[in-house]
């Protein structure tokens, strides 16, 4: 799921700056997931922009904010409450906050920081596990991304820093290469890190993506 956090109020109010009458737009995926922009937090916005002076013509937790046509359409339905908006405030992640961007000339709000593509321990607690590099290497890495948990995205590891196992930049935590290595011994699989790992194709996750699946 897309991690997110709710921007200071300060820094919201900023981005509103000359506009009286808000309408606040939240999620019902991830970003209520991470308590950030569902039903609950959408009402409370709904009351601080009030005791800050705003007018809030109305809200909408959309199902999918990251589904462009049903953004679009759930937008639509909501009607003079939308159009007599002069600005939309989106607690959603940065694809939600561009679903609706993409159909509208009234200026649109971020309201959320969009951190990472985490994995969840527990409610409310998230691990970054994958950052997206477009060429997943978990085949010959045992299953343990180096590009995410190493904090230096290498490769060929460990590097010369680790010590007894830690991570020279993060001593709290296991080498992300001696992790990948104990485990490929305990599966009897060493054979992979005998050969070096070429350098990264940078062109597998150049921007903008796009993809297309024939169903
Ligand atoms: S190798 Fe790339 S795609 Fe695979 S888990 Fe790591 S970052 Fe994600
Ligand atoms: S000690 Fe291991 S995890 Fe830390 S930076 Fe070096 S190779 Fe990466």
């Given at each position: 799921m897309i991690v997110s956090r709710q921007k200071p109020f300060t820094d919201i109010l900023a981005a509103l700056d000359g506009v009286s009458r808000v309408f606040v737009i939240g999620c019902a995926k991830c970003a209520t997931v991470c308590k950030a922009g569902g039903e609950e937090q959408v009402w409370q916005m709904q009351e601080r922009l009030t005791e800050a002076g705003r007018e809030v013509t109305g809200s909408i937790v959309i199902d999918?904010?990251?589904h462009l046509l049903r953004v679009q359409r759930d937008l639509r339905a909501k009607g003079e409450m939308v159009r007599s908006a002069e600005a939309l405030l989106v607690l959603a992640c940065g694809a939600g906050v561009q679903s609706v961007s993409a159909g509208t000339d009234k200026r649109t709000v971020a309201g959320l920081d969009t951190l990472f593509l985490g994995n969840i321990r527990r409610f409310g607690q998230f691990e970054q596990r994958c950052s997206l590099c477009g060429a997943c290497r978990l085949n010959e890495t045992a299953g343990i991304c180096p590009v995410t948990l190493c904090p230096k995205g290498i490769?060929?590891?460990?590097?010369?820093?680790?010590?007894e196992g830690r991570c020279e930049v993060n001593p709290n935590a296991e080498c992300a290469w001696h992790q990948i290595f104990t485990r490929l011994q305990g599966q009897a699989e060493a054979g992979p890190l005998a050969d070096t790992t070429p350098p990264a194709d940078f062109s597998a996750s150049s921007r903008p993506a796009d993809l297309k699946l024939d169903t």
């Open positions: 999918e904010a990251c490769l060929n590891g460990p590097c010369g820093g680790m010590d």
